[in-house]
């Protein structure tokens, strides 16, 4: 009895395993049908969670406020920034297609909440990840590394945003 419990969780942890690496080699790799169903997946469960504690001081997680470029209907969208001298580096581990990134291109500036504090950016340029492995501290360097992260959104900080 004991011994068949044994080989149904050595299964069980071989398959687990066999997903876990396909994962890693998929967002290594930016497969395509792999990137969206992630992408589906945070947008739905992940986002909502991050976002009840995003942008607050101490969170890991900023926000990014943006307009959509066809609806004109704001959005905010969780993001991970590492603050620079001149504004803010964030990573793109899902590439250039998300549609955040899409609406603050397009509409050329954005609003970042980071610590407690919303700062209008502009001037959103796509950066090598090299040019900004600087401003991203080592225990985080490790995660980009990992998931191969391409590109980073360099934007400009503006000033402390005053809502019109």
Excluded: C
């Excluded at 876990?20 to 930016?30: E, H, L, Q, S, T």
């Excluded at 004109?72 to 250039?96: C, N, R, V």
């Excluded at 990840?129 to 501290?137: G, S």
Aim: net charge positive; hydrophobic share 45%.
């Amino acid at each position: 009895m004991l011994k068949g419990l044994a080989k149904g969780i050595g299964g069980l942890l071989l398959i687990l395993a066999a997903i876990g690496v396909a994962f890693m080699v998929g967002m290594r790799m930016k497969y395509p049908p792999l990137l969206t169903a992630v992408r589906k997946l945070n947008r739905a469960v992940m986002n909502p969670q991050a976002m009840k504690t995003a942008g607050q001081p101490g969170s890991y997680a900023g926000v990014i406020r943006h307009v959509g470029r066809k609806s004109g209907t704001p959005y905010e969208t969780p993001i991970g920034p590492f603050p620079t001298d001149h504004g803010f580096d964030i990573a793109l581990p899902y590439g250039s297609s998300p549609d955040w990134l899409k609406n603050v291109v397009a509409a050329g500036s954005a609003v970042i909440v980071h610590e407690g504090v919303a700062y209008s950016v502009d001037e959103p340029e796509v950066i090598a990840a090299a040019d900004a492995m600087d401003n991203v501290p080592p225990s985080e360097q490790r995660n980009i590394r990992v998931f191969a992260v391409d590109n980073f959104l360099r934007v400009r900080r503006v000033g402390v945003y005053e809502p019109a």
